[in-house]
């Protein structure tokens, strides 16, 4: 299973209560179309084989006879079928009956894992039929499948032999409401993957607190939620029941049916992602030394594999853009956290520091806009006038009339002081003095602009007992797209946790909702600028000649890139395979591995920058912040990272 993921389907059958071969049949020719799918898990719903809604039937011996000579037909009929399948049985044994989920792979019955939490109120009479399930396991058998001893407890984990690859427990309907889950343990124990078999009827407004629920415990429990729910063939005597089905993984909902649609949901898994979040949050589980033990006791496992886990078209959705909501109403709202986020920190570090001003670099770049904009907000929040935040635009080699004017533009309507201080006269003298020649336009040419800005920002600040804030953003800290010394050291980073994909989002939303109409017309003047550092001169026309992304490469790769590689610890080939996905229409194949090579190089490569960065918010799931977000040494290399990437 090389990239981790393994493809899933929840199943509403068509059914006919009290009709185990009728059931049993469409189970099977579900199970046919989700094997010509490449379907490694499968998941029926409660009591599939019979029906949820048999009642007293269910005392029938008839019933249950005929429901073992059905669960026998299916897994005579999956044999060949690389599946687990979990199908609804009713169970019995020594004059007990259980609400079981069936486990059969390849031809065998492996387990019966029965319901614990057996419902007994409002519509729900179960207690009537079925008895509590046992939680460690025993042996128990069927005559149906030659008297075979297997399994028979909730507590039992099918898992291969790496447990990072696979490793799925199931659960039964009300399980999952109740405060104390198996599905809790069963994530405790190992468990990547929970499947739930369930027939939860329909009521006004359920389905979307069932949604909540599934996904919320997929959150908690960091793993993939398979539920798959009885649908409309049951008997609408008191109840209806939606065939509502819902597959999510860490708080995401991967796929999901509409209401009494029968049929089969699918959705690939990623168990390498549920893995990494686990080992990398170390409050998972939060258990003491002796419920570990207790818990490695008590479960049974059982060991299967899959012939073949490698996809050539994922069934999931790959975000091209994952920093950033792709509804709009959500987008919004996000913005106006992150926003509110960096305001709130500043105004923090601004009062604690008994600051009479701010300084900021201004460019007519979006960076520097931004931090403007949260500086803006800061104040207003604090009740002070914006007249006390100093913008300094310092034209130099590189500076275009586009930028220039919109930054003054910009500290104009925002109520700002300018003050504008041409630095090309200061440049060329440390040229003499350090002995270069200003027509070699080598990194010592345009550093030196940088680190002459710089020192005129902090400089200022000390004069006005002012803190200076910094404009650079998470993609230009990842890859070291900054001057050690310039524009790389601030007094407070306000940008520092945010994408540059984001940063676009976050002035618009300003210019949108909180800017005036003259300001939202600069503003969207800053947002159609290339993005440039304007070391360079500019071309004889007058245009920006030094685009950054046609240096280091798209920042909405590289974006990408940065939040699938630390956000998931996914491999560079996995990354390479999904931004091929996300991209397809934008970028061919070896545009991407050009530019991925480029982001893992210089990510390790400059690391020494970010180790020493300033203070500044977190705001998103990924943070470079090395009091933080990423601990790493200044001196590791990408060697193991780029070799599978030049295999390709």
């Known amino acids: 299973m090389k990239d981790g993921f393994i493809r899933t389907a929840a199943a509403s059958p068509r059914l006919r209560v009290a009709d185990p071969e009728f059931n049993s049949d469409e189970m099977i020719r579900l199970c046919h179309e989700a094997d010509k799918k490449g379907v490694k898990l499968m998941v029926f719903p409660e009591l599939s084989i019979t029906g949820y809604t048999c009642g007293d039937l269910f005392f029938q011996d008839s019933l249950l006879r005929g429901a073992e000579k059905a669960l026998k037909r299916i897994a005579e009929a999956t044999r060949d079928m690389d599946m687990l399948i979990f199908a609804g049985f009713p169970f019995y044994e020594n004059g007990k009956l259980y609400n079981t989920a069936a486990a059969i792979k390849g031809g065998e019955l492996l387990a019966l894992i029965p319901k614990l939490n057996i419902p007994q109120y409002v519509e729900f009479y179960e207690g009537r039929y079925f008895k509590r399930g046992i939680v460690r396991p025993r042996k128990v058998s069927l005559s149906s499948f030659g008297d075979k001893a297997v399994l028979f407890g909730t507590d039992v984990i099918f898992r291969s032999k790496d447990p990072r690859e696979f490793s799925v427990a199931a659960e039964i309907c009300e399980d999952v409401w109740v405060p104390f889950s198996p599905s809790n343990r069963h994530a405790a124990a190992g468990a990547t993957v929970i499947a739930n078999l369930s027939a939860s009827d329909e009521t006004a407004g359920k389905a979307d607190f069932r949604r909540e629920l599934i996904a919320s415990q997929s959150s908690r429990l960091l793993c993939s939620y398979i539920y798959a729910c009885a649908g409309p063939g049951e008997s609408t005597t008191d109840l209806v029941f ?27 898994v990623d168990v390498k992602k549920l893995s990494f979040e686990r080992m990398k949050k170390n409050t998972f589980p939060s258990l003491s030394e002796d419920e570990e033990n207790a818990l490695a006791e008590g479960y049974s496992f059982i060991d299967i594999e899959f012939e073949n886990t490698e996809y050539g078209e994922l069934l999931r959705y790959v975000d091209p853009y994952p920093f950033i909501p792709s509804e709009d109403s959500r987008r919004t709202e996000r913005c106006r956290e992150i926003l509110d986020t960096q305001s709130y920190g500043l105004k923090k570090r601004l009062s604690h520091t008994a600051s009479d001003k701010a300084v900021i670099g201004i460019s007519g770049g979006l960076d520097s806009t931004l931090a403007l904009i949260v500086t803006k907000r800061a104040f207003e929040l604090m009740g002070k006038p914006e007249k006390d935040i100093v913008c300094v635009t310092m034209p130099a080699f590189g500076t275009t009339g586009r ?29 003499r ?31 006005e007992n002012a803190l200076v804030i910094g404009t650079g953003d998470l993609s230009e800290l990842a890859l070291g797209w900054c001057t050690y010394n310039g524009d790389h050291i601030s007094m407070y980073g306000v940008n520092a946790d945010v994408p540059k994909t984001l940063v676009r989002y976050l002035v618009r ?46 920042y909405e790769l590289h974006d990408f890139f940065i939040f699938n590689s630390l956000r998931y610890g996914y491999s560079p080939e996995k990354v390479l395979r999904l931004a091929l996905i996300a ?66």
Not at 519 to 548: M, N, R
Not at 599 to 605: L, T, V
């Open 242 to 268: 939606g065939a509502h089905r819902i597959i999510a993984e860490d708080g995401a909902v991967l796929g999901e049916s509409k209401l009494y649609d029968e049929g089969l949901t699918f959705a690939d």
């Open 403 to 431: 930028t220039k004017n919109n930054a003054c533009e910009l500290v104009r309507l925002m109520g700002a002081e300018l003050r504008e201080i041409n630095i090309e006269e200061a440049v060329d003298l440390h040229f």
């Open 433 to 463: 003095d350090i002995g270069h020649d200003p027509e070699n336009r080598n990194a010592a040419y345009e550093n030196s602009q940088a680190r002459e800005r710089t020192q005129i920002l902090m400089d200022i600040a000390n004069d």
């Open 509 to 554: 939303y300003y210019a949108d909702f909180e800017a005036g109409e003259e300001l939202k017309g600069i503003l969207y003047d800053v947002l159609d600028t290339p993005v440039s550092p304007e070391l360079l001169p500019p071309e004889e026309e007058g245009d920006i000649a030094q685009k950054t992304e046609d240096l280091v490469g798209p």
């Open 583 to 648: 991209f397809c229409e934008r970028y061919d194949r070896d545009t991407i591995l050009k530019w991925l090579k480029v982001f893992y190089r210089r990510f390790f490569s400059q690391q020494f920058k970010r180790s020493c960065m300033p203070d500044g918010p977190k705001v998103g799931s990924v943070d470079l912040s090395p009091r933080g977000g990423l601990r790493m040494p200044s001196d590791a290399v990408s060697k193991a990272w780029l070799s599978g990437l030049e295999e390709l």
